[in-house]
């Protein structure tokens, strides 16, 4: 019989520590790649005078450096604290659109998905409609829902956490349905052979099998539930939250654009954040199911 090596603890946490710092320097490389590329696309084309695909100048191309120092002076709208401090106020009430718009639309989808799972008839009549109500542009749906729902006197912002919810639900809803058909079917023969009832196969066979599905479709939803977010608050009127700030920056544009660039920053680190939350469940859900555990 052959001995099983066993790491011990301290070469784990040792070998978890290297990892880390590794992931560390690798982003910290990409940033600064993405910066040296930023920077020399700028100069090169502003030295050559090139037009194509868009003149090179400070509006369009601001320096990085001059939109991290405007992170950190009194924007142009008034207020007397420190733009970071505005955006991070703002960041925090659009987190809370999109995490609500994120839990309602991820859990109709994957309810929907497990539902259209169970019967290829409901597959095909109602999956053309959740596909095709992908085919309207968000720009369109949302003042429709912010009218609608203002008119039955619901919040605002609750509004906007529907619209971030009509992101959300789609790719769930079309991950789930595939994972849940997924499934191995060897294992599907034998507990039919067994005559286990449909919802246990479901419980215990279907829904661990399509985990990995299913987060994936929940890392992709995470961060559009936030572009979703930010959509809404421009037809509802909402002046605290992000989409808010980019409408009033944008009217300064001309005179700061570091402004608006700075927002399009704290907007994208709101969604990379809620990414990474995503992740670190699935790899807490994922890599602890019964079948990942010898």
């Known amino acids: 019989m052959s001995a099983i090596a066993v790491e011990p603890p301290g070469q784990r946490d040792v070998g978890s520590v290297w990892r880390a710092a590794a992931r560390a320097l690798l982003f910290v490389a990409v940033l600064a790649a ?33 939109v991290i120092r405007a992170l950190f002076k009194p924007p142009s709208s008034g207020t007397g604290n420190k733009l970071i401090t505005l955006l991070l106020h703002s960041a925090v009430f659009t987190a809370k659109e999109a995490a609500v718009g994120f839990a309602l639309g991820a859990s109709v989808g994957f309810l929907l998905g497990v539902v259209l799972s169970q019967s290829r008839l409901l597959q095909r009549g109602i999956l053309p409609f959740v596909v095709a109500s992908q085919t309207i542009p968000i720009l369109a749906v949302a003042p429709i829902v ?103 920056f944008h009217q300064y544009y001309s005179l700061d654009p570091t402004q608006l660039w700075a927002t399009n920053i704290i907007a994208a680190a709101l969604g990379i954040a809620f990414f990474i939350v995503i992740a670190i469940a699935e790899r807490l859900v994922v890599r602890r199911a019964p079948e990942n555990v010898a």
Request: aromatic fraction near 14%; glycine fraction near 8%.
């Open 34 to 66: 993405f910066w040296g590329l930023w920077e020399g696309y700028r100069a090169l084309w502003i030295h050559e005078a090139w037009t194509w695909p868009f003149a090179v100048d400070s509006s369009t191309m601001p320096h990085l450096h001059d």
């Open 146 to 248: 912010v009218v609608y729902l203002g008119s039955i006197q619901v919040a605002a912002w609750f509004s906007v956490a529907v619209i971030a919810a009509y992101l959300t639900f789609f790719p769930v809803t079309i991950n789930t349905l595939r994972g849940l058909h997924a499934a191995d079917r060897r294992a599907l023969e034998l507990m039919r052979s067994y005559a286990a009832p449909r919802r246990t196969v479901l419980w215990k066979l279907r829904i661990p099998s399509a985990l990995p599905y299913i987060f994936s479709a929940l890392r992709v939803s995470a961060s559009a539930s936030v572009v979703g977010a930010i959509i809404g608050e421009l037809p509802s009127g909402i002046q605290e939250g992000l989409g808010g700030e980019i409408l009033v």
